[in-house]
């Protein structure tokens, strides 16, 4: 029995240690988080490199959000002459990406606005049930009032809906709610109504989503972001939209 006993243990004790680190890991990344946000809560000083601003006579495609758009690599575009420049901080909501808009978009004469944002305000809604609809209302509101201030500036917009979600893993499960997805589902659908001049909708699901709604496997780099062959297939369909537009320097 002790034989049986000794190894049985031994593996508790391994995973036992493995989960307290992984655990101490994830609160430090949080007491990081926490702070970062205190000391700098729009991330404005997140990109103080100056001389990437100044403009050197290209058309500027700006990509702008948390940090699905942070994530976002260049499409591989024939024009030569677009420069792209990305402004996504991760785990922003839709009110800290709204109220860095004049200082990360107006300050570089942005041509083209390619705008991912959202999630992060919908997956909060797990931990505040009764302010569902408020959410739900203020991250269209957010939106809505980038893109209109975008327009107002002269600027095309490419507007992407909120990406489709991956497989939730067993353990954030025990927080979270399938009304996440439902709510990403209806916010898209007030994006996809924004259409019109100097809009244009890149539709994140009907590219990224499998039948059941989630993320492809393929696509899927963990239940929030999607890894590089999801971005290259978003590309694939960003690059017609983009070669499409008449880019005049501004």
């Given at each position: 029995?002790?034989?049986?006993?000794?190894?049985?243990?031994?593996?508790?004790?391994?995973?036992?240690?493995?989960?307290?680190?992984?655990?101490?890991?994830?609160?430090?990344?949080?007491?990081?988080?926490?702070?970062?946000?205190?000391?700098?809560?729009?991330?404005?000083?997140?990109?103080?490199?100056?001389?990437?601003?100044?403009?050197?006579?290209?058309?500027?495609?700006?990509?702008?959000?948390?940090?699905?758009?942070?994530?976002?690599?260049?499409?591989?575009?024939?024009?030569?002459?677009?420069?792209?420049?990305?402004?996504?901080?991760?785990?922003?909501?839709t009110s800290q990406v709204r109220c860095r808009f004049d200082h990360h978009v107006l300050?570089?004469?942005?041509?083209?606005?390619?705008?991912?944002?959202?999630?992060?305000?919908?997956?909060?809604?797990?931990?505040?049930?009764?302010?569902?609809?408020?959410?739900?209302?203020?991250?269209?509101?957010?939106?809505?009032?980038?893109?209109?201030?975008?327009?107002?500036?002269?600027?095309?917009?490419?507007?992407?809906?909120?990406?489709?979600?991956?497989?939730?893993?067993?353990?954030?499960?025990?927080?979270?709610?399938?009304?996440?997805?439902?709510?990403?589902?209806?916010?898209?659908?007030?994006?996809?109504?924004?259409?019109?001049?100097?809009?244009?909708?890149?539709?994140?699901?009907?590219?990224?989503?499998?039948?059941?709604?989630?993320?492809?496997?393929?696509?899927?780099?963990?239940?929030?972001?999607?890894?590089h062959r999801g971005y290259a297939a978003l590309n694939s369909k960003l690059e017609s939209?983009?070669?499409?537009?008449?880019?005049?320097?501004?």
């Open positions: 029995m002790l034989r049986i006993m000794t190894p049985v243990l031994i593996i508790l004790l391994v995973g036992s240690l493995l989960l307290n680190l992984l655990l101490m890991r994830q609160c430090r990344n949080i007491y990081l988080n926490l702070h970062a946000t205190r000391l700098d809560g729009l991330g404005q000083l997140t990109y103080q490199d100056n001389d990437i601003s100044k403009p050197d006579g290209r058309p500027v495609v700006l990509f702008f959000g948390d940090s699905r758009a942070a994530a976002w690599p260049v499409p591989n575009l024939a024009q030569a002459d677009v420069r792209f420049i990305n402004r996504g901080i991760g785990g922003q909501s300050e570089l004469d942005v041509n083209v606005l390619v705008l991912q944002v959202g999630v992060n305000d919908l997956r909060a809604m797990p931990a505040f049930p009764d302010q569902q609809d408020r959410i739900l209302q203020q991250t269209v509101a957010n939106i809505h009032w980038m893109v209109d201030r975008a327009r107002k500036e002269d600027i095309q917009v490419v507007i992407t809906t909120i990406f489709p979600l991956g497989k939730v893993g067993i353990f954030r499960s025990l927080f979270w709610k399938d009304t996440v997805s439902d709510t990403i589902l209806t916010v898209n659908k007030h994006l996809q109504d924004l259409a019109g001049p100097n809009v244009h909708l890149l539709d994140s699901g009907s590219i990224l989503a499998d039948k059941d709604g989630v993320v492809h496997r393929r696509y899927s780099e963990d239940y929030l972001h999607i890894n939209i983009i070669g499409g537009l008449d880019l005049v320097e501004k």
